[in-house]
Nanobody
Framework: QVQLVESGGGLVQAGGSLRLSCAAS????????MAWFRQAPGKEREFVAG????????TYADSVKGRFSISRDNAKNTVYLQMNSLKPEDTAVYYCAATRGPRTRAPGSYDYWGQGTQVTVSS
């Protein structure tokens, strides 16, 4: 069982930056691939970024590539999402998720989810 708690969301102006954190419970964090997803009102949950168990392989949605960076610190049981050059269309609730399986962009492949943190980007 893994429990995930996100933090770091908030209100920021377009062009600004935020860093989201996702703290995981349990001693097996390093065996999970992790990802960030987001969901805007009236839209489906979409993949943002993913990282493998060791942190040496990452992948991004085209919409955030070059602006967002995912990383993890297995010693701290934490995964991060650094978000730069934020745009109003980045406004959403951001969720972190964990899977024992291979890293994937499909929400249904993830076993554990956090409660989400709101990110609002004003124009």
């Amino acid at each position: 069982q893994v429990q995930l708690v996100e933090s770091g969301g908030g209100l920021v102006q377009a062009g600004g930056s935020l860093r989201l954190s996702c703290a995981a419970s349990g001693r097996t964090f390093s065996s999970y691939a992790m990802a960030w997803f987001r969901q805007a009102p009236g839209k489906e949950r979409e993949f943002v970024a993913g990282i493998n168990w060791g942190g040496y392989s990452t992948t991004y949605a085209d919409s955030v590539k070059g602006r967002f960076s995912i990383s993890r610190d297995n010693a701290k049981n934490t995964v991060y999402l650094q978000m730069n050059s934020l745009k109003p269309e980045d406004t959403a609730v951001y969720y972190c998720a964990a899977t024992r399986g291979p890293r994937t962009r499909a929400p249904g492949s993830y076993d554990y989810w956090g409660q989400g943190t709101q990110v609002t980007v004003s124009s």
